[in-house]
């Protein structure tokens, strides 16, 4: 027998709140748009949802999508990849690109949501994975909520289900005393799920997932039920590269997955594109003042960056070692946006080679010995020798010291 629909929600850990409630950044957790409206949520939340946050795009690109939409999807696949490349709408509406990489990466990975196979998607970290995964949910259920944070201890309850205790013990085993995970939610639902991390998950417990994907069905034993996927619903997992090894995935669930690869930005032009999009972006959340002439300090955190993280100085001239951490774009969005607040608190609000020194510094020298030693030797065979980074040379220096 299956379990109607309406009998997984309201969730029994989640009760909607009695009257509406002030929003306090906390309510905006999982139980989302059950209490409270988008605007008021969006004006409040320290992160809004990708679903909140582009509300406006979404419903402009749900207006002026007349293409065919798989089984409750909010929009087509077309429309669900112009949200995140970008785009112009015959309106004049201008769709911001989310993501900045090969087109063709993306059709890949919607396109596979429409079919019975669920999506992978892998990379170095701070390559979007997590970003991307946010936003395909939110254009494609409108909710990017129903996620797992896949960790080394994460049980097969959170994959599955779980028991509210009190209400087991007092009458034992019944729909009510049943608390859904995300995914059984959106097996409910017809959504999108998100598994992040998906291979720092024990084996055993990740291999829950072989049912639910290959028979699109969660069987629940106590109650002699199971939850049946309706249409519409499919995951998205995200694995790191780095994390490979630790608990690979087992052939069996690798095949029920489409493994999408996202790679780091081709070029350091599309790496600064990038950057300067996303800390225009965070700094318009966190109120800092905007970014009047950042473009060449920014630049400046990349090349660095790249530099380090290849191995080899930009103009292919001199080999450099490479620190142990990881120098991802996330990494130089952090740099920038710390550097925009010290500019912003203590400066005078213009960005400068002083206010990015010392978080180029943290990011690149993780290990105290061995990575000191890579730093000091790019400092002064390349920072050094290089025009126009004498600024940037004596500001590094300073903190190195
Ligand atoms: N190609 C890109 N286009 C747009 N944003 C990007 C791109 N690469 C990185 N970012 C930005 O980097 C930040 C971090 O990305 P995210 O957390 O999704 O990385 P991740 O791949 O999940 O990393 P991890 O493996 O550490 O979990 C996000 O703010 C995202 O906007
Ligand atoms: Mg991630």
Not at 47 to 58: K, M, S, Y
Not at 276 to 302: C, F
């Amino acid at each position: 027998m299956s379990v109607p629909v309406e009998s997984v929600e309201p969730t029994p850990v989640e009760p909607a709140p009695v009257e509406p409630a002030p929003v306090e950044p906390a309510s905006a957790a999982p139980g989302r748009s059950r209490s409270v409206p988008a605007t008021a949520k969006e004006a409040t939340a320290l992160r809004p949802h990708a679903e909140d946050a582009f509300a406006a795009e979404l419903a402009a690109l749900a207006a002026h999508d007349d293409r065919p939409r798989p089984p409750r999807w909010k929009l087509s696949p077309w429309a669900v990849a112009t949200y995140l490349l970008g785009g112009t709408l015959p309106d004049g509406t201008v769709i911001t690109p989310k993501y900045v990489g090969p087109r063709r990466v993306v059709e890949v990975a919607v396109t596979t949501l429409a079919t019975d196979r669920a999506l992978l998607l892998l990379g170095v970290p701070g390559t979007a994975k997590t970003w991307v995964s946010e936003h395909l949910a939110a254009a494609i259920s409108g909710d990017s909520t129903l996620l797992v944070q896949g960790t080394a201890g994460t049980p097969e309850e959170a994959l599955r289900y779980g028991w509210n205790y009190a209400q087991l013990l007092a009458h034992g085993p019944s729909r009510d005393a049943l608390v859904p995970s995300p995914v059984m939610r959106a097996m409910a639902q017809g959504m999108i799920a998100r598994v992040e991390e998906l291979t720092r998950i024990p084996a055993d417990v990740q291999d829950t997932l072989i049912t639910v994907l290959s028979e699109k069905t969660l069987p629940i034993p106590e109650l002699g039920e199971e939850v049946q996927a309706v249409r519409g619903f499919n995951l998205i997992a995200t694995a790191n590269d780095r994390d490979r090894g630790v608990n690979d995935l087992s052939s069996a669930l690798r095949r029920r997955f489409n493994t999408v690869v996202l790679p780091l930005p081709e070029s350091p032009e599309a790496e600064v594109d990038i950057v300067a999009r996303r800390v225009e972006q965070i700094g318009r959340s966190l109120d800092l003042p905007a970014l009047p002439d950042g473009a060449d300090e920014i630049r400046r955190v990349v090349t660095v960056f790249r530099e380090l993280r290849d191995g080899i100085t930009l103009d292919g001239r001199t080999k450099l070692k490479s620190p142990s951490g990881t120098l991802s774009t996330a990494e130089a969005i952090s740099v920038v946006t710390g550097g925009l607040a010290l500019a912003a608190h203590f400066g005078d609000g213009v960005l400068r080679a002083g206010d990015v020194a010392a978080g180029i510094l943290g990011a690149v020298v993780r290990d105290p010995a061995s990575d000191r030693v890579v730093w000091q030797e790019y400092l002064e065979t390349v920072v050094r020798e290089r025009d126009g980074w004498k600024d940037f040379y004596r500001a590094c220096r300073e903190v190195s010291a």
